[in-house]
């Protein structure tokens, strides 16, 4: 099977794109597939989680460290940079199984032989502080090669500079690059060593920059290695540099292959917990992979306090700010895969409720309301005026950060999904109950009652279709918003009974209510919008039915400038029917055991049309609840365009002259959704498992590991049978159910074999 | 005293201007101040009120009846017109004691001599269907002259065209022009009559225009009358063609000068009773009787069905729509002067209560929400979209329609109003009360119950200030809905005392209710803003004061289209705290006594700063407020602003391509209340009438009649005396409090001097 992606010839107009397709990373920080002579121009970058810096009153985001990998060789004097040359034969490519970038270049000197360079690089998952690096060189005449490496201090930013007091310079063979962050004074420390074995060393003066001569012999290759390690501030222990340089000291101690042999069992054991297998259609295979690899660079394996950027670590894109992305698109892989990551995540949550507790407070409300773009303390990174206006340039005021309250409510839906799936109720004595309670005391304070209808509502929302800001009673917001309150019950009784001397004492805070008694009243009459008795549609929001309707055709011809946006106060779709991505749908895939295959089949054919797909999270959720009707090939091509927008780099890179591109985990997230929980139909209540497979045409089955309540599970689903094998260490049972039949309990050690409701006996 | 304006010379771009200032009419049409030969093109109208069309997909707007003082007289063949040659003098006047156009052109002929052309006009206040003239033509010496008259029927239209199957003819001498308009097929009929002495005459075949041939004879005059009626199907009796024939035929048997007599008579009627003297200051006298006099040509004398649009009867401008413009600026001109054509403006909003029905269950509220641009039927004229925008042509949502929900509280406001100055409380039994129940109702639908704050709040409405739309809990729109609530129930009380039969018939459409008993728990606990502790402001709405702080002038600069709406999704001023029009402050003075004089002060100084004055209705309400807080220097410049508004013509008269200009009928009404209600400090409560003095540095005193609870009385009102005297036929006493001194009965046939608390003994 094949589990590279590769270029086979270098193009200028793709080193954008391909920075994306070629990432690396190891959760710590993100390496982009740029090549090794590249700078900041071609936006090679190192981007640390969870390290954000503000410059002057511009966006606050993610501060990138010097690029220890840089490596600039020269053949009598030429620089050998695709960027100047074009090379004979240049490969670019990504070993996504173990994550090991490479590239193989041919350049043809002026006196008419070749050279060749190969690097080969890895973002150490053994160690994630270090990158490392195999360089070769060789030709095919004798020639004076000159090699500069080192680290580069020259960063990309996008609203930078973020990085002040550089010092640039080296101790003994170890090339250190310090600088400390403008807003918070965090250090940042890179240090780097190369092993040469050959030629003549120089440290330039005032860089971190070393050079290296060698007479080239006709024929010969040579070889060395760079052991780059990367600290900041927050990493606790010694100060960065004095961490950097042991660091690096170790790691070429240790020497290349053996960290590379640490790598790639690291990758192995994560592939174990985390590989599909898609039988019968290698495309899809390939594609859901590689979106699993993204995933898997950029998860906080190791940290609580950092989540995952909507952009990964691709880079400073969206303020490197953490979304309602990651607990409803990305949590679902990893709480089936890798459930200390999942915790990890939610923890980040339980870290930031100070910032949702102040946003709350700003606004006038009750509790904690999360952060629409979030970063290391909670505070909404989100600004009022999120997008430019293309026809007057001015900054135009968008409602994300006042208006999209349905964030509190995933976040809620996120800690309760870690709960059920792994049992793991110490989280919410950790913090996630207060989270959850702050979050409904939010929702409480944010809902009104109809004194006619005689009911609570919420008003003046936006839920996820961002094209239609500040609308009432939209039924995706107020059906989480309802599970939110009673969550917030739950919780309250699980921790009285299971934990009654917490429960005392973090419930101290509320005895001024409102709080459980009061949470409990409103859910009495709260208002969640139903389907339609005719049409069985349920309207996304209040008067939705009564905006223009418009084919998505029309809507486009209308657009005078491509890159306007279509939302806010006089887009094109705001006055329309046009939603940007899944709102209804996404309610139905969310909460399928509440609505019949008849409301959902109506509900997906009725938006469907009217769906824009401007955002990458939207085309997944028609793909799952395709699936979830029984119309899998509905969904097939809604599963493509997800598991394969990094691969392909059809996405917006460019609004106005601001960059946006990256990659997409989203959709990563997304694409793993759609084949596991929409076409294998996988489904935990966090009690049962529900299978009910729905495989697209091509596909003869799907087969993947799961951890469930501590248990460890393979699953293998086809057409006819589902294969369930139990792990013989699991501590206990599991129940299945396979296309609703009768339950079948699933033992330590057993292998059970049920027959679907399709099978052929 | 200075009872004219007028024009010394002719100015081709003063036309527009001159047909508004120029303007005659008796309420039941307006004629633009045009000339005899102009045309469409020069926006020539006969506006009938109550007449509306819709043609197409337009705007519905009102009929423009045929010009039947149409009149184009040549000399030699050359015709005598200011538009084709420059005139060797011109004048154009208007007398407005007596409501009297008229105009004097002298044209040099192409022989070396001059012809002299006059014309004098009326629209009959003494018989509403009449357009009366008499026009002359001279010569210095002997030459053919050609009167080319009748009835031009082609009509000026915005939205047209409105009249169809069009019959122009004669009967006899009488020329005819009928037609019916398009949407509701309502015949409409102009009949003319001219009496030349002289000449010889022709009909036009097929055209309602008759042809005079005259040798005229140097230094002689030649004189004669045209006697115009105008009748549409919505009059009633016979057919209009029939009925407009015979008024014709009787107006011109009756001649004249008898015709004008009577004119003059009404004229001189009015006058007595709406008079408003200011000693002192004869520029403000002269522009606040032209202002009186623009409100009594508008005013529906003899109509309950129609009342007055926000540009009068100046032409199609703003659909020929009502909108709260009557209540809130107009109104208490006609409650003081003329209680009987205040009452036919309040029983316009009893005719039109089903549309608000109508349009309240098309939002799905209870009861009624009135038309913002309320034409016939009381239905909404307003459109979704009623600005375009400059930047990129495309209609612009506006939340005017379903936002401004104020529009029913106003309407209550003007009742209770109306109940309160005349005690005709028979208006409640004939509709009055089922309206204010109504309103009442669709504001308990409206409002929601914040659990946290334990209130009822009014959430997402556009106040006064237009810029910023949807905003929550506006201090204006609250104080409003909760006296309609207090009204509400009130009336109530009233009528269950009073007419406890009707009481009981009236009310039996709501024994399901919500009613009484729920508004009066609403009552309980509604929110109303209230001033700070500290800077006494009240804010405009909810996180009025987190919005940007900018000057007029730092917002005026960022204008990139002169055109360009600074309201709306995107507008200029939506982000700012730059306000369009009073809104606080109008609050202030609808509610005058509620708050004390400091906190009307801090506000007036907090928002006068930050009001653009976008609108004909702001300056007036600054000058009241300023009157009643003791600065009324400080409010003098915005009474002469507003005063002088259709005298300057220093106002919008296009919006891009739309015509928006015409008189400004709210700024004259606003222009009488800043005189009377502000600078004399005339205050009537429905039981008492206080009067506080506060007039600027120029006025000496100010006097006029009023009409309370049927009594009338004259008021001369100076810095140390108000001297109060009352009509000997009043049947009952009133008291009166000057400057907060004990109340004073004043009894029929007294006069009470009484000191002012200034007043220097």
């Known amino acids: 099977m094949n589990w590279t992606v590769r270029e086979e010839s270098f193009d200028k107009n793709q080193i954008t794109t391909n920075g994306n397709k070629y990432m690396t990373g190891n959760g710590y920080m993100g390496y982009r597939g740029t090549l090794e002579e590249f700078g900041k121009e071609q936006l090679s970058a190192v981007t640390l989680a969870g390290l954000y810096d503000r410059a002057g009153e511009k966006w606050r985001e993610p501060v990138n460290a010097p690029n220890g990998l840089f490596t600039v060789i020269s053949c009598n004097g030429q620089p050998l940079s695709v960027l100047d040359t074009e090379p004979v034969s240049h490969i670019q490519e990504l070993d996504f199984r173990s994550a090991i970038h490479r590239r193989e270049t041919v350049y043809r000197t002026p006196e008419g032989g070749t050279v060749t360079v190969t690097a080969e690089r890895f973002a150490s998952m053994d160690n994630l502080h270090l990158l490392l690096s195999k360089l070769t060189v060789s030709s095919t005449i004798d020639c004076r090669i000159d090699i500069e490496t080192g680290i580069d201090g020259e960063v990309w930013d996008i609203n930078g500079p973020h990085l002040f007091e550089k010092k640039e310079y080296a101790e003994g063979d170890v090339l250190i690059s310090s600088a400390v962050s403008g807003e ?28 290296l001569l060698l007479d080239a012999k006709a024929g010969e290759t040579y070889e060395w290695h760079k052991y780059v390690s990367v600290y900041t501030g927050l990493d606790g222990g010694k100060a960065p540099v004095d961490n950097a340089v042991e660091a690096v000291q170790a790691a070429a101690k240790l020497g290349y292959d053996e960290l590379l042999a640490a790598h790639r069992k690291r990758w192995e054991d994560r592939w174990v917990g985390s590989d599909v297998i898609i039988e019968g259609d290698d495309e899809a295979q390939m594609a859901l992979r590689y979106s699993i690899y993204q995933l898997l660079i950029i998860a906080p394996t190791e940290s609580e306090k950092v989540s995952i950027p909507a952009r990964g670590l691709s880079g400073q894109v969206y303020k490197g700010a953490v979304f309602w992305d990651t607990e409803m698109f990305m949590l679902p892989f990893f709480l089936h895969s890798d459930p200390s990551t999942a915790r990890n995540l939610m923890m980040y949550r339980i870290h930031t409720l100070d910032g949702a507790r102040r946003k709350a407070a700003e606004y006038g409300f009750l509790g904690a309301f999360y952060a629409w773009e979030s970063q290391d303390t909670g505070d909404d990174a989100c600004t009022l005026f999120n997008v430019n206006d293309v026809f007057t340039g001015r900054p135009m005021r968008t409602y994300f950060r006042d208006k999209q309250v349905h964030i509190s409510a995933d976040v809620v839906h996120g800690i309760w999904q870690y709960v059920q ?69 739950r919780t309250a009784e699980l921790l009285k009974e299971k934990y009654p001397a917490e429960f005392e004492k973090l419930t101290a805070q509320f005895t001024d209510g409102p709080f459980l008694t009061e949470i409990g009243s409103m859910l009495e009459s709260f208002y969640v919008p139903q389907p339609d008795e005719e049409t069985l549609v ?40 046009i939603l940007k991505q899944a709102d209804v749908v996404l309610m139905m895939n969310l909460f399928k055991h509440s609505f019949s295959k008849e409301v959902k089949k109506a509900n997906w054919e009725f938006y469907e049309p009217r769906t824009e797909h401007g955002s990458s999270l939207s085309p997944c959720i028609y793909a799952l609840v395709a699936a979830d009707i029984g119309s899998p090939d509905w969904g097939y091509p809604y599963f493509m365009r997800t598991a394969t927008v990094d691969l392909t780099g059809e996405s917006k890179q460019y609004v ?24 294998a139909g996988v489904h935990f209540d966090g009690d049962t498992v529900h299978i009910k497979p729905s495989l697209p045409q091509k596909w003869e089955a799907v087969e993947l590991p799961v951890v469930l309540r501590g248990g460890t599970y393979t699953l293998r689903i086809s057409r006819g049978e589902v294969t369930i094998t139990a792990a013989a260490g699991n501590s206990s049972a599991l129940n299945f159910v396979v296309d609703g039949a009768e339950p079948q309990l699933c033992q330590p050690g057993v292998q059970l074999k049920l027959q679907t409701a399709g099978a052929t006996v």
Request: glycine content about 10%; aromatic content about 12%.
């Open 184 to 211: 918070l004074n965090v250090p940042v420390a890179v240090a780097e060593i190369a092993d040469f074995g050959f030629g003549e060393q120089q440290i330039v003066d005032g860089l971190a920059i070393r050079k």
């Open 538 to 577: 349920i309207e996304q929001f209040d008067r939705y039915h009564t905006l223009e309707e418009v084919t998505l055709a029309d809507l486009k011809s209308r657009v005078l400038n491509k890159n306007e946006y279509w939302g806010g106060g006089n887009g094109l779709a705001t006055t329309t029917k």
């Open 656 to 679: 106005g002259d601001l960059y946006i591109g990256g990659t997409h985990p989203a959709a990563n997230g997304g694409a793993w959704m759609a084949a596991v929980l929409g076409f």
């Open 421 to 489: 799936f792994t049992g793991d109720d110490s989280l919410l004595v950790d913090g996630g109950a207060e989270v959850i309670w702050e979050c409904a005391r939010f929702f409480y304070s944010y809902a009104f009652y109809n004194p006619v209808k005689k009911r609570y509502e919420i008003l003046d929302v936006t839920g996820p279709d961002e094209y239609h800001e500040r609308v009432n009673n939209n039924a995706f917001t107020n059906a989480l918003v309802k599970e939110s309150l009673e969550i917030s019950l």
